[in-house]
């Protein structure tokens, strides 16, 4: 009798994907970032993240208005990783009574902000006494831009593993966090993320763009979801990861190695993608014109093996389980 | 300062409702059983429905097929209560890594034969490590027949109140289980609700019924909620509320009063409508001919004063607050 914790997370995905029926309505089901929904003549994308005091946030180490935005960034960045528009949010909250009513406005206001950057709103939800724990799941409804979104399979071999922004530094700004160290930059990315949804729609509208996903559970682990939703392998090539300043300073000041924020730090919610690689230089330049946001090409995709590599090494390349790793973002 | 606990369920909702900002395309938002979202030239209607173990079911009552059913039932209900089409549904789970897989699976079954019954499925989701308790949160998507849903407001003065099926099994069903009394019928009631998708799209096409809501929270409650939203007062006839038989033995043989069972037990999932007298017999007889649910005529609303009235006197009639009431349904 095999518990959760031993089968973990994606294994528990898959076996509760054999076991649901599916319908002609649904595009796309269980396994990627969205659901993707026929509705008459358009396309509907859905998703979810639950978020649970003490497991994926602690109250005493951020303020309200950022354990709501970052509930909101997690569902928002489900739907940059399909390229696509958010619209509107379903939020269920669970809180024990004795929180303060301004405690939950704030935290509110935290997730209605991040939602209304990106033009979404939210629209109903639930809410309920719980024991102990603040429970928070953010539900999002968008719809992609012409019918076209992207999905995590689709990468071809040869194409380049591309990223924008940069890894590391939400998982760095939580170690600086529970370490006692004052680091602004990183406690900023840790708290305040910043889904790339006018980014994913851009790269979406490219056939250039072969596959995309989200960065939530850590680079390593979601270039590996790409690889193995498209029948291939994935090479990263350590050196070409962009570290930024504010991460090397703090490896620098207390003896870290900044290659397992990079590779394994999970809530960056930048975007990885597949692009084809007689097209990358276009591409590239096209979007350096379009966005401030970097886009680093830090992999590539093969059909020689299959798994996540290091430098051509099999590696582990960990990331986020939520049923295997102790502590876990969304 | 105030706590949540202090201010209550709806209290909290209100607050909420007007921090949040809203848009041109929300047709319904926060405060009715579904949002209703305008997507171009097609309506959508949106629910969620959290569930925590010990707070809305407990792993040593229920199997966890039933938990599942429950969770699941508890979102058919808000579509119902709307006259519409379940299509759609999300599905937020997290547990403890020590709960069994095929726990899991059970769980995950009985809430896709719920949705199932009625044409819906589990389309995605989210699934994350709790450290103790079970979370299950789900989400609905279905879609109005025809552009025409029902709301709680639209209640005119003198319309009757009426109801489906009966109202108390349900919350005597958990009052058995508590008390370790066998009673098949009650606890089935309890375990297995049986939503009212036809009898609410049914409803919704008659234009004889001006509103509508499912009995989550205990009837007397929940007919407040339509009164309030329509700006009236409602009077139930406790003479005219059906007493089904295994209710009226249970309560009997342990020298029970029934009445605060149908008039404030929760999680009965039927349907609280108000109708336009002129049309009440003929919209009974042809609900009669159509379905094996009964219909009852409970009470009447009236603009002669506002809030809940138990044979024309003032009284609490209290239902569940998530936040006031110790043990709470959905």
Known sequence: MQTVGELGEFGLIDRLTKLLPTSALVVEGIGDDCAVLRMHDRLLLVSTDLCLEDIHFRRDTLAPGQIGWKAAAASLSDIAAMGSIPLFSLVSLACPGNVKVSYIEELYRGMSNALSSFGAIIVGGDTTRSEQKIVIDVMIIGE???????????????????????????????????????????VHAHATPHPRIAEGQWLCARPAIHAMIDISDGLAQDARHIANASGLGVNIAAARLP????????????????????????????????????????????????????????????????????????????????????????
Chains 1, 2 share one sequence.
């Open 144 to 186: 992609p831009l012409g019918n076209r979104f992207l999905r995590r399979r689709g990468a071809i071999p040869g194409d380049l593993l591309a990223i924008t922004g940069s890894t590391g530094a939400s998982a760095a700004g939580l170690h600086a966090i529970q370490h006692g160290h004052a680091e602004p930059a990183l």
């Open 243 to 330: 570290l930024i300043d504010p991460l090397a300073q703090y490896c620098a000041e207390n003896r870290l190695d900044p290659l397992p924020f990079m590779l394994s730090g999970g809530e960056d919610y930048e975007l990885a993608f597949a692009l084809s690689p007689s097209d990358a230089n276009e591409t590239m330049n096209a979007f350096a014109s379009e966005f401030t946001t970097p886009v680093t090409i830090v992999g590539e995709f093969t059909d020689e093996w299959t798994g996540g590599r290091l430098d051509g090494a099999p590696s582990l390349l960990t990331g986020f389980d939520h049923f295997k790793t102790p502590s876990c973002p969304d």
